[in-house]
């Protein structure tokens, strides 16, 4: 059963940092791209950073660029998100999500992406 694995969120003072870790069981990791994805409440469901399936290209939205960094290990199909400089703006439930081969030229259309994670909580405090 193909699954994905989120960890690593938790509570932090702004201007801190967090890793977090999404964890693929069940597919062959290195032929998907992922992406993370996150909810505040009452938002819609945001992309954050996208990597390729070799891990040779990244693509950050603008709230993320500058200040989170994306990366994979296919080794042990682990895909990370370093954030820092966190602001109470970062505060939602964040997902990793594979993108189904092919898709949308749209980075983060969420119609492409036919696997998703439980989530992380990450809350940023003042």
């Known amino acids: 059963q193909s699954q994905l694995v989120e960890s690593g969120g938790g509570l932090v003072q702004a201007g801190g940092s967090l890793r977090l870790s999404c964890a693929a069981s069940g597919f062959t990791f290195d032929q998907y791209d992922i992406a993370w994805f996150r909810q505040a409440p009452g938002s819609e469901r945001e992309g954050v950073a996208l990597?390729?399936?070799?891990?040779?290209?990244?693509h950050y939205a603008d709230s993320a660029e500058g200040r989170f960094s994306i990366s994979r290990d296919n080794g042990k199909k682990l895909v990370y998100l370093q954030m820092n400089s966190l602001n109470p703006e970062d505060t939602a439930v964040y997902y990793c999500?594979?993108?189904?081969?092919?898709?949308?030229?749209?980075?983060?259309?969420?119609?492409?992406?036919?696997?998703w994670g439980q989530g992380t909580q990450v809350t940023v405090s003042p």
């Open positions: 999500a594979r993108r189904r081969p092919g898709g949308s030229t749209s980075y983060y259309f969420l119609l492409a992406y036919d696997l």
């Open positions: 990597i390729t399936r070799t891990g040779s290209y990244t």
